[in-house]
């Protein structure tokens, strides 16, 4: 196929070797099956933040620091040299989850650096040696769906151990090798201690995973993991092995009424995105 122009440094530089074929076109990136010496692996190809819409970035943003003052000001300015800042930042955050997810034991796929807004990283794989599915496009049985979530609580609880909320996790985040479920994009990772959207954001994730899996099998439902465990992380007490019983203590207050507004809001803006998500995967890529 025609090399993308943001790939041809990467392949004058032997970085990439060849560009196999376009695995997918999302808002914030397209994603091209390439040929690295002897490996098969995926290039995402960050788009600029004029063709990007990523909605609230801004919350995402926030907490995420530079070492540099100078780079830190010119940020906060909104300068040109401070926009191209920021798209280092944004692209550096999902190099750097990719690092540290994998060192505590959470399943992504392994990077191998990132070039000017390619990020080169392994494709996964199933058992045929065919690109994993997403989440959204496998069917379950109720024993796989109870597995397969046990799995992912563990991935969260690890995450947030780590410092770090996905903030964007759902089923078109999840790809389904042969092993479990792979967590992927991660742009919008946040630090579970410096943001203060960050507890909305892990509610919100675990809650997308208890209502996907829920669908196959319906106990999950009834399952509270995300507010048992912010509620450790607060307390200092959450561990890679602490026990989980997805409960937590009834409150038996006046309901929130606000509160539960604003969760719907979110389930309902959630699905918007999710929608926008399979339009913009299945719209051509422009050249």
Known sequence: MKTPKQILPLIEDGIVDEVISQLMSGKEASVYVVRCGEHIRCAKVYKDVQHRSFKQAVKYQEGRKVRNSRRGRAMEKGSKFGRKEQENVWQNAEVDALFTLSRVGVKVPQPHGCYDGVLIMDLVTDNDGDVAPRLNDVSLTAEQAIEDHATMVHYIRLMLCAGIVHGDL???????????????????AVNAAANNNAQEMFLRDVRNMRL????????????????????????????????????????????????VLDEIKAAFEQMQENQERIKAAQAPEDD
């Open 170 to 188: 759902s089923e078109f985040n999840v790809l389904v090798d042969s092993y479990g479920p792979v967590v992927i994009d991660l742009p919008q």
């Open 212 to 259: 996907y899996y829920g669908q196959y099998a319906p106990e999950i439902l009834d399952t509270r993991f995300g507010e048992e465990m912010w509620a450790l992380y607060q307390a200092g007490e959450l561990t890679a092995e602490t026990v989980l019983y997805g409960e937590v203590a009834d409150n038996h207050a006046e309901a929130d009424v606000d509160s």
